[in-house]
């Protein structure tokens, strides 16, 4: 299997993520998504209840998902 085909298939899922006590590490996951998306990879994986509510609000600080999550959504408009 390509790298390619295999890239499609591989999410970054923000159910666990390094924590500080207990708040997230913001800044050791934005490294790690920007890790990711250097990579070539798109695909990220969050819901309200990941990490106790708190994954949904770590996403958003991230620049690069935020203007990548804007565009997907323009394709629901």
Do not use: W
Request: hydrophobic share 40%.
């Amino acid at each position: 299997m390509s790298f390619e085909k295999i890239k499609g298939k591989l999410g970054f899922g923000f159910m666990r993520l390094p924590m500080s006590g207990a708040e997230v590490d913001t800044a050791l996951t934005c490294e790690m998504v920007d890790t990711f998306m250097k990579r070539g990879f798109n695909y990220f994986d969050t819901a309200h209840g990941y990490v106790g509510g708190k994954s949904e609000k770590v996403c958003p600080q991230h620049l690069p998902i935020r203007s990548l999550l804007k565009d997907v959504a323009k394709t629901f408009e």
